[in-house]
């Protein structure tokens, strides 16, 4: 490999990497980038206010999605223009079905974006489908989709273990 082809490949394959952490780091990690809600005394649980926090907060996320699956598809197409020879066309299949699984991902995650979205608009928000109570502003800031309390949350991840080994 010449000097300069080494270089091209380094600076290919690192940024491919970058996009790539990228990516995941979207998914993986919930939405952050918001103010915390501070309530004021006696403010009542999901009134217009915190629902309008929560929506703003929804839509963003659903937004940076978005962004990074058009990111990741352009990112393919630019790629796939740029390995002519076989040897780099199978990393390349490598990391297309990691991106495509990434996109899978995040298109799922923009589909319970929406549903949530939806139970906001209808002002059936921030409480436990499982028993009710209150999920609480700042677990919801953490995991805006959330639908359960982190009790009954925690219970069904243990039914589940027992069920799936
Ligand atoms: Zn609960």
Not at 2 to 26: F, L
Not at 69 to 74: A, E, I, K, L, P
Not at 101 to 127: A, C, M, N, S, W
Request: charged letters at 35%.
């Amino acid at each position: 490999m010449t000097a300069k082809a080494k270089t091209t490949a380094t600076r290919r394959s690192t940024a491919s990497k970058r996009s790539r952490a990228a990516a995941v780091q979207t998914v993986d990690s919930q939405f952050h980038n918001f103010t915390p809600y501070q309530p004021k005394k006696g403010e009542h649980y999901m009134n217009d206010a915190q629902l309008e926090h929560f929506h703003d907060i929804l839509n963003n996320w659903r937004r940076e999605l978005m962004e990074e699956v058009d990111r990741t598809v352009h990112h393919m197409q630019e790629e796939a223009a740029n390995f002519p020879d076989p040897a780099d066309r199978a990393t390349q299949e490598e990391e297309f079905s990691i991106e495509l699984r990434t996109r899978d991902r995040e298109r799922k995650l923009i589909k319970k974006i929406d549903q949530t979205i939806d139970r906001v608009d209808q002002e059936d928000y921030g409480f436990c489908d499982t028993c009710g109570i209150e999920i609480g502003l700042r677990r919801l800031e953490a995991r805006p989709t959330a639908t359960q309390c982190v009790d009954c949350k925690s219970l069904d991840e243990i039914k589940e273990r027992q069920i799936h080994g």
